[in-house]
């Protein structure tokens, strides 16, 4: 199997809940999507691909962008389009919202799907399912496009028509803690205050 795995970083939300866009939200100085691009891609195994709305959105020429095709149909639409722009067989999808994203989880999930070959690897954590912290086969292009073009949007469905392998973990404290709201990101200001 080719080591590398490609890292979608989805940041085309609109962020209503947050009131800012939550892809440059700072923690302890450091904007969220360089944080991820830390904390998931410090293996040159590991190719961010940056899933935009519109191109404008983020510029670094060293990183590819990937821009929705299906705008409007939520995170599905920035799945489908890194998935069009990654040249790997296997891609770890991220919200840009998870502070404390994790590449032991994701190299855990990515273990798995090589194992059984499955379509997509979702963690759950807390009796609940994270699909936006999870890896995807390349070869789910085919029916995310049929899906999306069948004016469906919805993720948990969409795991549904496909060969989907849910994990339990064990996961570390927080992987899948994500800020939605002002006072998500509040909470992980004091957590972060705490390690100083
Ligand atoms: N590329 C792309 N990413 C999206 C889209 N919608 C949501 N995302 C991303 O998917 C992740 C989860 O998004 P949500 O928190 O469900 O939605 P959001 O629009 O960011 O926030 P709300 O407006 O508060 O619902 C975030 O990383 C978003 O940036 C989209 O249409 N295109």
């Excluded at 800012?20 to 410090?42: D, F, V």
């Excluded at 609940?128 to 086969?137: C, D, G, K, M, N």
Aim: proline share 8%; with cysteine.
């Amino acid at each position: 199997m080719n080591p590398y795995t490609g890292v979608i970083i989805l940041t085309g939300g609109q962020s209503r809940r947050m009131g800012r866009n939550k892809a440059t939200l700072s923690i302890a100085g450091e904007p969220m999507i360089q944080r991820l691009l830390r904390r998931l891609c410090n293996d040159p195994e590991w190719v961010p691909i940056i899933s935009v709305k519109h191109p404008a959105q983020f510029h670094d020429s060293a990183i590819s962008i990937a821009v929705d095709q299906y705008p409007g149909k939520g995170p599905l639409s920035g799945i489908h389009a890194g998935l069009t722009q990654s040249p790997y067989l296997l891609n770890l999808v991220t919200a840009c919202d998870l502070p404390y994203a994790s590449r032991c989880v994701a190299q855990h999930l990515r273990k798995v799907a090589i194992k059984g070959d499955f379509d997509a690897v979702v963690p759950v954590s807390d009796g609940r399912i994270h699909p936006l912290f999870a890896v995807y086969h390349r070869r789910c292009l085919d029916p995310l496009e049929r899906f999306l073009k069948a004016g469906k949007g919805r993720v948990q469905d969409f795991l549904q028509e496909i060969q989907t392998r849910y994990t339990t973990g064990p996961f570390p404290t927080r992987a899948f803690f994500n800020m939605n709201r002002p006072e998500d990101y509040l909470q992980v200001n004091e957590w972060e205050k705490g390690q100083s």
